[in-house]
Nanobody
Framework: QAELEESGGGLVQFGGSLRLSCAAS????????IDWYRQAPGKERELVAA?????SGGRFTISRDNAKNTVYLQMNSLKPEDTAVYYC???????????????WGKGTLVTVSS
């Protein structure tokens, strides 16, 4: 029913880790491009892939499980600045003649304590 559904958010201590999950419908998972965004209060929504300390993978790593139609966001060495609502996002083009369609999950809150 739902195209995207996030889970795994919660409260974590500074330096801790969390793994978020984005369960997608088969249609969206197979046809779409799925990524992660986050939005802190008063800030613009930003692409999570652009967040990190640098280097390959940085603190955040995105992976996927094709059998489960699920995309994961592994977050390590979390900081209070990482506190935000994290969203799963997908872009689907139903056909070559169609415009892109954007889907958003409802978000999962990650709170990192100092």
């Amino acid at each position: 029913q739902a195209e995207l559904e996030e889970s795994g958010g919660g409260l974590v201590q500074f330096g801790g880790s969390l793994r978020l999950s984005c369960a997608a419908s088969r249609r969206v998972f197979s046809r779409g491009t799925i990524d992660w965004y986050r939005q802190a209060p008063g800030k613009e929504r930003e692409l999570v892939a652009a967040v990190g300390s640098g280097g390959s993978g940085g603190r955040f790593t995105i992976s996927r499980d094709n059998a489960k139609n699920t995309v994961y966001l592994q977050m390590n060495s979390l900081k209070p600045e990482d506190t935000a609502v994290y969203y799963c996002h997908a872009v689907v083009r139903p056909s070559i003649e169609s415009r892109d369609i954007h889907y958003w999950g409802k978000g999962t809150l990650v709170t990192v304590s100092s």
